[in-house]
């Protein structure tokens, strides 16, 4: 077909995939397969097949299930018998376990001896837990949760750093049928406890310290504040990566996972709550996101085994910590037969080049890590392809935030020209990407690949109208089996409908604006709210505000977070001062350590700034997105409606900031 004489060219793609390994793609044979057993399109390509995953949403996700040989202990009476958002049953009667898939291949003699889990710490030597073992450990340790009375439903927590432990403690969680959450030890006192304490965990596991950038961070106070403040925990297990003894009424980790117990898995329903993930909106305390074992598994299956291409011979690394859920997403790797590696530490010890050093170590194939390092790399001179072998990296991966333009071009420069480039977009609420890696299609430089199979995304204007080469809301016009099935402690759902279905009732807005190409690639902008997003972890600041404005000397304050052009992530914090307050260094000290102490490292802001006060709304209501976008250069009569602003000469003091800046 040839194109309109007027139609804009094509833009040449930085890489695009040969004949073999476009042959060679796990997507493609699922292509041929659905074809024929399922009526997907034999030709087109991945468009076809798109356009058919969400035409033919019920059939695809059945397909789905089929190809990856889901085993369902009793049977499902139909894949969606109610597609409205919120709300959404998937597989109503079907009963299954995530753990069960998650270590099948543990079960063929031939793979028990391999590699599950290759754990690496800032000595960056691999320590690796086979198959065999990693299954063993589940079922002594899921046996042992059984005899300290851990039921179906009931909540397990850890606070632990991305170590196998961690990944053992989810499995055996799974596997009993309760609930998982985890926090990272950088978190704080406060920060967990905002999060835990809305699901009270009936056992928490804990470390007594973690290692980061060369140095033991003692956190043993933490876990005995956490233990006082948590009165529903029947058990609490200590993991002595320090070296510590067990506190008293504590037990050791070892004595729970040294049997050799076949493990049980409880099978229950599809959609029986798996974890609880958590992200911080602007106001009140993180929302508590429940996401379903079948769901769960389900999208997994399609995201790691379809778009991120992994099998039994592939080894999956992306820098994560266990607060966030690409944490979760990299141990579903398990699901595909895939080999894990779990690192420990600093993203940048000894030096900035340090994860290029682990992906050589651990013969990594796909290589995820935020687009923040990708960029730190590049200013910081790093040559990964001159000082690491990395033949075996196929794809490198980026999330968090947009991966500019420049770090296309550094990655295709400095890693190698025949790379995969695949920057990917989704969320927490999801625990999956909305667009992104797709092994089939070209990359082009500043673009995500495709929306991914079963998505129909698309970029909406204020009116509801779908755009393409316009910016836009970002929405999701079907259900997708990963989105929550509930937010805890929300009885009536008007905090799930108010979170995600109030702009567009029955659609799926997520609060980022992008751009869908002509050749239906995405282009995603940041954040079209005031959430806080940094490396990929969203933060609210309402967090921010309650540990500021404990401060004497603090009056009100301000946190606003800025995605830059250059790839960099600017949040300001604005404080307003209290009668007699100065803020010089002392006092930004004090700021700064407040935050980092009773939340984490990530909350410090880059910048503290005197204002003159802190704009509100007429209903009191501190003004965020108004000012994010003055910030952003926004004229300010394009920023904010004047006639519901406490006091319009405050917001010329941002303005002036945003010029000053620019």
Same mark, same amino acid.
């Not at 391999?114 to 800032?122: F, I, N, Q, R």
């Not at 259900?479 to 979170?499: A, E, K, L, T």
């Not at 250069?633 to 409606?641: Q, S």
């Given at each position: ?294 769901? $769960? ?216 604006? $992008? ?75 004090? $700021? ?15 910048? $503290? ?54």
């Amino acid at each position: 077909m040839t194109s309109p004489a007027n139609a804009a060219p094509q833009p040449e793609p930085l890489w695009q995939p040969g004949p073999d390994r476009i042959a060679g793609a796990r997507i493609t044979a699922f292509q041929t397969w659905a074809a024929e057993r399922y009526g997907a399109p034999a030709e087109g390509g991945y468009e076809a097949l798109h356009r058919w995953s969400v035409a033919e949403l019920d059939t695809f996700w059945e397909a789905v299930a089929d190809w990856f040989d889901v085993r369902f202990s009793t049977p499902y009476e139909t894949v969606l018998a109610d597609r409205s958002m919120p709300g959404a049953q998937w597989f109503p009667g079907a009963s299954l376990n995530y753990a069960e898939h998650a270590l099948r291949t543990a079960e063929d003699p031939a793979r028990a001896d391999d590699a599950a889990l290759l754990y690496v710490d800032e000595s960056h030597e691999p320590v690796a837990v086979s198959w065999a073992r990693l299954r063993r450990e589940v079922g002594s340790l899921a046996a042992e949760l059984r005899a300290l009375g851990v039921r179906p439903g009931d909540r397990v927590s850890g606070y632990l750093p991305n170590i196998p432990q961690a990944v053992t403690a989810l499995l055996a969680t799974a596997a009993v049928g309760a609930v998982w959450t985890s926090c990272a030890p950088d978190f704080g006192a406060r920060s967990v406890l905002d999060r835990f304490q809305q699901v009270e965990p009936v056992v928490l596991f804990t470390v007594d310290g973690y290692r980061y950038g060369g140095k033991e961070h003692d956190r043993t106070d933490v876990v005995a504040e956490l233990r006082r403040e948590l009165p529903t925990l029947r058990a609490v297990v200590h993991i002595p990566l320090l070296g510590t003894a067990a506190p008293q009424g504590t037990l050791e980790w070892s004595s729970l996972t040294e049997s050799d117990n076949e493990p049980v898995f409880e099978q229950v329903p599809f959609d029986h709550p798996l974890w609880v993930l958590y992200s911080s909106g602007t106001t009140g305390l993180p929302k508590a996101i429940v996401q379903s074992q079948g769901g $769960i598994l389900l999208e997994h299956f399609k995201q790691l085994g379809l778009h991120c291409d992994l099998g039994p011979e592939d080894r999956f690394f992306w820098y994560t910590s266990t607060g966030w859920m690409m944490w979760n997403f990299l141990v579903s790797g398990l699901l595909t037969g895939t080999t894990v590696v779990l690192y420990d530490g600093s993203p940048g010890y000894p030096e900035t080049g340090a994860q290029w050093g682990i992906a050589e170590r651990t013969g990594a194939t796909l290589f995820g890590t935020s687009a923040a390092y990708v960029m730190a790399c590049r200013k910081a001179g790093v040559h990964p392809a001159r000082d690491y072998d990395l033949a075996r990296v196929k794809c490198v991966a980026t999330t968090g935030s947009p991966l500019p333009p420049d770090g296309f071009r550094w990655l295709h420069d400095e890693v190698r020209d025949d790379l995969w480039i695949a920057s990917v977009s989704g969320g927490t609420d999801v625990c999956s990407c909305f667009a992104g890696a797709v092994p089939t299609l070209p990359v082009h430089i500043g673009e995500l690949q495709a929306a991914c199979l079963g998505t129909d995304l698309q970029a909406w204007d204020p009116q509801g109208k779908p755009v393409v080469g316009e910016v836009g809301e970002l929405v999701v016009v079907n259900p997708m089996p990963s989105m929550p099935i509930r937010f805890w402690n929300d009885p009536d759902g008007s905090r799930y409908r108010d979170s995600y279905f109030e702009m567009f009732p029955g659609v799926w807005r997520h609060g980022d604006w $992008i751009t869908i190409t002509d050749h239906g690639s995405v282009i995603i902008h940041g954040r079209s709210d005031s959430t806080l997003n940094r490396q990929g972890v969203r933060m609210g600041s309402a967090d921010i505000y309650e540990v500021v404005e404990r401060l004497p000397e603090i009056r009100e304050s301000l946190v606003i977070g800025l995605e830059e052009p250059e790839g960099g992530y600017w949040m300001p914090l604005f404080v307003h001062l209290a009668e007699g307050a100065v803020l010089d260094d002392a006092l930004r000290t004090k $700021i700064k350590q407040a935050i980092r102490e009773e939340l984490s490292p990530r909350h410090v802001p880059d910048e $503290i700034i005197e204002a003159p006060g802190v704009p509100h709304t007429l209903t009191g209501k501190r003004i965020e997105v108004p000012v994010k976008r003055l910030l952003q250069g926004t004229p300010l009569e394009k920023a904010v409606n004047p006639g519901s602003v406490d006091n319009l000469d405050l917001l010329r003091f941002y303005e002036a900031v945003a010029r000053k800046r620019g």
